[in-house]
C-alpha cells in the first residue's frame, strides 16, 4: 500500500491507536499531508485516543534532576541558536561593511558555512597540529571569515566540546563552540584566535589552557 | 551566558503551550522544567498503563520528555494540547517497546486474563476518579467488536493484522471498527 493508494485512507482509526506496521504508518503519514479531511479527523479524535490513557502516576521522585540535567547536557552545542546567531549577524555585518557579500547574500539566507571560506577563491588554508588531533583553518580576507574544520580532531569527552575565542589585550570573547564532528566560520577580527575544551554548556572564559593560538596576522 | 539560580527567584509561569515551548525551543531550562511539572505524571502513567514495568515506564518518560526538548520547535498548538501531544508519544513509545521486548504470546495471555471490560493500568488516584469513569463509561458503550479492537490494539500493542486474525475477522472490519469505535468515544466524551 502507499500513500496514494485509495484504500490508504481507511488507515485512520490504526493510526491513531498506533497500530500499524512502520511502512504502513509512513504510507499513511505521507497521505495525510495531502488529505486536508484526514488531518481534521485526526486532530479531533486525537483527545478521545490521548483519554484513554489518562490515568496519572507520579514519576519516582529523582527522575526531574536526572532528565533535566540530561537536557542541559545536550543544549549548547546542538542547540544553541543564541550564540549561532550571534556569529551569523556578525558575519552579515561585516559582509555589509566590506561589500563583498555578494557571494553569500545571493544564497537566500545569511549562514555561511565552512565550505563556503574554503572554496573562497582566496582562501589561505593552515593545518595545525594539537594534542587532539589536527584542525584545518581556512581565512578568506575577501569574505573577513575564518573556517575552523574540527572533523579531524577526536572525541572531547562525555559532557565536553571545543570552544572558539578570539583573545585581544588579555581578554578572550568566545565566538563559537563545536564537536569533533562539526566545521563552524567565525568572523575575522584582531587579536589570537584560540580552541580550547570547554564544558557543553560553554564557558565565560577559557577554563583550560588553548590546544591552538593562532595569530590574526598568520592567518 | 545566562545566569541561573539566585538572580532568578520567582520563575516564570507560561500560561500558553505555544509561550511554553517557544521558551523550551530557545533553551530554557527553566520552562523545560514547568513542563516537567505539569506534564510528569500524565506522561508517566500512559507509559506505565502499557508497560506495566515501573523501570521501563520510567525509561519511556525521561525519552518522551527528551524528545520534547529537541522537538520543542516542531510542537504546533492547532495539533492539539500539550497534554494530549506528551501522552501520545508516550504511549506509542511504550508500544514500540512492548513489541519489541515481549512476545505476541506473552500479549495474548495477558489479553485473555483480562475481563472485556476491564482496563488494565494504576489504580486511579482520587483527583483522576471522577475523570476515569467518564472513560470507563464511554468504553462502555462501544459495540463488543468495537471495544476489543481498540484496547487490544491500545492496550495490548497488536497491530490491526494481529487482531484480525486473533479474532478472526477481515481486515477492512477491524479498520472499520477502530475509527467508529474511536468516533463514537469522541461523541460520549464530549457529552461527559
Known sequence: MNAHDPDVH???????????????????????????????????????????SDRPSPPPAGLREQIISRAAETRSVRRSPRRRLRVAAVAAAVLLAVGGGIVATQRGDDRMTAADVFAAADVRTHDMPTKMGAVRLGMSHELHMVAVDGRALTDPGAGMAYEVWWSANGRATSVAMFQETESVVVPMREGELQITMEPMAGSDAPTSPPLLAMPAASL | MPRRGLLRSVPPVHAQPQQLMAAIAAGDLDAFGELYDRFASAVHGAALQVLRDPARAEEVTQEVFLEAWRGAAQYRSERGGLRTWLVLIAHRRAIDVVRSVEASRAREERAARRELHEVPGPEADLVTAAEWADVRHCLEGLTPLQLESVTLAYYDGFTYPEIAAHMGRPLSTIKTRMRDGLARLRDCLEEA
Do not use: I, K, N
Open chain 1, 10 to 52: 481507511s488507515l485512520l482509526g490504526p493510526y491513531l491507536l498506533h497500530a500499524l506496521e512502520p511502512a504502513e504508518r509512513a504510507a499513511f503519514e505521507e497521505h495525510l499531508t495531502a488529505c486536508a479531511s484526514c488531518r481534521e479527523e485526526v486532530a479531533e479524535l486525537r483527545p478521545a485516543v490521548a483519554a484513554l
